[in-house]
């Protein structure tokens, strides 16, 4: 990858109050006002004597890659190729593939970051343990967001223009939401719901996150459905992606 390529991705992502904001800003934003309602800091049963606040760490991480992946990032790329970026660039040195891998890398750090922020916001402002197994927490999250930039790399192959890519990552984002808890931790569903939800990505990996949180290590069968979306979504990505 070009450094100057990179360098550049990261400065314009900067400049985008909008990303920054939802992406690295809102949710711990999110989480610090549930976390000050008090019925959200109360042991819940159903939740197994967890407090609201300590099952919404887990959604607030997947919060930010949700929306960089179904916003930011398919609206970045469709851009380009829109403009006619990706094309001018094939007749420079420096290829296509360049920019994309720049805009993946970018929106991938900006997600690990967003998970950190909602990570700190929970321990020291509610004092939400950190994970017990950091080692199962880590691939879970490292999982979650490949998943995720596989999803925004498919809305930015499938999409001719920018507009469409708003429509469809719209149309993308509230489902994926729900799966991951934002309205609804996935502790605190009815078992079916949870285990449908368990199929999608982030239902899997909202998951995989609660059980290394507490301490065990995230069930297999998540961690597979997470992978073998990432893997269909990259391969649908290639497949349907154009550079102009």
């Keep these: 990858m070009n450094n100057a390529v990179l360098r550049t991705e990261l400065r314009l992502f900067g400049r985008e109050p909008g990303a920054v904001f939802w992406i690295l800003l809102f949710p711990p934003l999110l989480l610090g006002v549930m976390g000050a309602v008090p019925a959200?800091?109360?042991?819940?049963?159903?939740?197994?004597?967890?407090?609201?606040?300590?099952?919404?760490?887990?959604?607030?991480?997947l919060l930010g890659m949700i929306v960089g992946s179904t916003q930011?990032?398919?609206?970045?790329?469709?851009?380009?190729?829109?403009?006619?970026?990706?094309?001018r660039l094939s007749t420079t040195p420096v290829r296509p593939s360049a920019l994309?891998?720049?805009?993946?890398l970018v929106h991938g750090l900006a997600a690990f970051l967003s998970a950190l922020l909602a990570l700190l916001v929970g321990r020291f402002a509610f004092d939400v343990a950190l994970p017990e197994q950091p080692f199962g927490y880590a691939l879970a999250l490292l999982l979650g967001v490949l998943a995720a930039l596989a999803l925004g790399a498919v809305i930015s192959a499938?999409?001719?223009?920018?507009?469409?890519?708003?429509?469809?990552?719209?149309?993308t984002l509230f489902p994926m939401m729900f799966c991951?808890?934002?309205?609804?931790?996935?502790?605190?569903?009815?078992?079916?719901?949870?285990?449908?939800?368990?199929?999608t990505?982030?239902?899997?990996?909202?998951?995989?996150?609660?059980?290394?949180?507490?301490?065990?290590?995230?069930?297999?069968?998540?961690?597979?459905?997470?992978?073998?979306?990432?893997?269909?979504?990259?391969?649908?990505?290639?497949?349907?992606?154009?550079?102009e």
């Design 40 to 61: 959200f800091r109360e042991e819940q049963d159903v939740l197994g004597g967890l407090r609201l606040v300590d099952a919404y760490v887990p959604v607030s991480v």
């Design 100 to 104: 994309l891998s720049a805009q993946v």
């Design 72 to 87: 930011s990032m398919p609206a970045n790329l469709t851009g380009y190729r829109e403009h006619g970026i990706l094309r």
């Design 180 to 199: 991951a808890g934002v309205w609804v931790p996935v502790g605190a569903m009815p078992d079916v719901l949870a285990d449908v939800v368990g199929f």
């Design 201 to 243: 990505p982030f239902g899997a990996v909202a998951q995989a996150l609660d059980q290394a949180a507490a301490g065990g290590w995230p069930d297999w069968t998540h961690l597979v459905v997470t992978a073998l979306w990432t893997v269909g979504l990259t391969a649908a990505a290639l497949r349907w992606f154009r550079w």
């Design 158 to 171: 499938l999409a001719p223009n920018v507009k469409v890519a708003g429509a469809i990552g719209m149309g």
